[in-house]
């Protein structure tokens, strides 16, 4: 029996995290459930899944989480709040895995505590590895821990390089569905509202990863992701929008050869070959529907229509805390698009500008990254303050 804390749980990817674990109730055990702030979603999981520790991450909310467990007649578990807390839940002795799905930024202190403490870490907080990928290897490479990719085309990468040597891989292609917008002209996108943005084709996810599919600055984002998970130069890591998302990814080798993982595009399947990897056992997920596959398309993304490509192979090739001023940026960026303060096409144009105006600092320290995080995010806000003086 695997013990597993899964940091996030409330979320799209917790949810269906908690799908699998009771799928797989024979190998998997919930240790701990962690949240922001959806609390009584959280007291309902804590109902079934009676973890030893429940980690509230804004402290405001834990009286109303103990009174949602009282109103459901549930024991209340040991709480914790805070970074504290957090480091607790993911380096407790007992834990075996710890599954990383808070969204944004802050989802790297729960993700560099359980590497630091050797776990193994089934990582679908992107964000973590972008932010901190150097310091996050580096440390993993001290400590032993082991990370998992749960994102889908990550997951397909790690299936597809099992086909051949590390030393045979010329390329890798991560798919990208284009988002709600692929065939939008180019010239309406500065119209387009967040309700049309958060219209994706195929997955159901969070608001800022579906906001970040729609201007592709998650495959960006992901580009990054894959550099460090593979340790592979980002030149080396290519997109292919491909609209019907049932190729996940492919690996392209020396010899011409593509390897191709498909399947239903449903995150319990990267999420339990992260949990039994290297394994794999029957899973709940349907099996892909050959009679509704009409076709499969591959075309190149349209670079000019979605700047934020660019800018994230940019981030990463000055390196250091540019990838992570990139994400922090784009976090505001897609918060302020969402509050209505800012048209679609300014999310690439505040990443932009918080880019050109840092000075780079060391990307395997935490408190240079921290710094640059807290600077970006003011950045932006400032920037968005003074678009909006501008138009008054
Ligand atoms: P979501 O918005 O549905 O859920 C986010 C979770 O994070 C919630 O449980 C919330 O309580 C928690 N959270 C929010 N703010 C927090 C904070 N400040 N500190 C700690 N926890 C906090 O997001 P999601 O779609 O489940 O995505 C989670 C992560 O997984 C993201 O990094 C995303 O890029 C990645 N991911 C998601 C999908 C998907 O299909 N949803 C696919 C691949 C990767
Ligand atoms: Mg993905």
Not at 197 to 204: M, Q, S
Not at 314 to 321: K, M, P, S, V
Request: with cysteine; aromatic share 6%; glycine share 6%.
């Amino acid at each position: 029996m695997k013990r597993i804390s899964l940091i996030g749980s409330t979320g799209s990817i917790g949810k269906s995290t908690l799908s699998v674990v009771e799928h797989l109730s024979d190998r998997f055990s919930i240790f701990a459930l962690t949240a922001n702030s959806a609390v009584g979603l959280l007291a309902d999981q804590v109902a079934v899944f009676r973890p030893e520790v429940v980690g509230v991450t804004d402290a405001r909310h834990v009286d109303a989480f103990r009174r949602a467990c009282r109103d459901r007649s549930v024991a209340v578990p040991e709480v914790v709040t805070g970074p504290d807390g957090l480091r607790q839940i993911t380096s407790a002795p007992e834990v075996d895995i710890v599954v990383s799905a808070a969204v944004g930024a802050a989802g790297l202190w729960p993700t560099y505590t359980a590497v630091a403490a050797g776990k193994i870490v089934a990582l679908a907080n992107k964000e973590a590895m972008v932010v901190a990928g150097e310091l996050l290897c580096k440390t993993s490479e001290v400590t032993g821990a082991q990370i998992v990719p749960i994102d889908s085309e990550h997951s397909a990468v790690d299936q597809c390089l099992r086909a051949g040597a590390r030393g045979e891989v010329l390329r890798l292609i991560l798919t990208a569905s284009g988002g709600p917008f692929r065939e939008t002209p180019v010239e309406r996108l500065v119209r387009v509202t967040p309700e049309e943005a958060l219209k994706h084709p195929t997955w159901k996810m969070g608001k800022r990863i579906t906001i970040d599919s729609a201007t592709l600055m998650n495959k960006g984002l992901e580009v990054i992701e894959a550099r460090w998970l593979f340790d592979i130069p980002a030149q080396k890591v290519d997109i292919m929008v491909h609209p019907q998302s049932i190729v996940h990814s492919m690996v392209e080798f020396v010899d011409g050869s593509i390897v191709a993982q498909l399947g239903t595009a449903d995150m319990r399947q990267p999420i339990q070959y992260a949990l039994t990897y290297p394994e794999r056992l029957p899973s709940p997920v349907a099996p892909l529907d050959w009679g509704a596959v009409s076709r499969l398309e591959f075309h190149l993304p349209d670079r000019q229509k979605f700047p934020c490509i660019a800018l994230a192979y940019q981030a990463i090739e000055l390196g250091d805390t540019a990838p992570c001023v990139v994400n922090a940026a784009d976090e505001i960026a897609v918060e302020e698009f969402l509050n209505g303060n800012i048209p679609f096409t300014d999310i690439p144009n505040v990443i932009d500008a918080a880019l050109d105006a840092h000075d780079l600092q060391s990307g395997s320290s935490l408190d240079s990254i921290l710094e640059a995080d807290r600077w970006a995010r003011e950045f932006a806000k400032r920037w968005v303050g003074h678009r909006h003086a501008a138009q008054c």
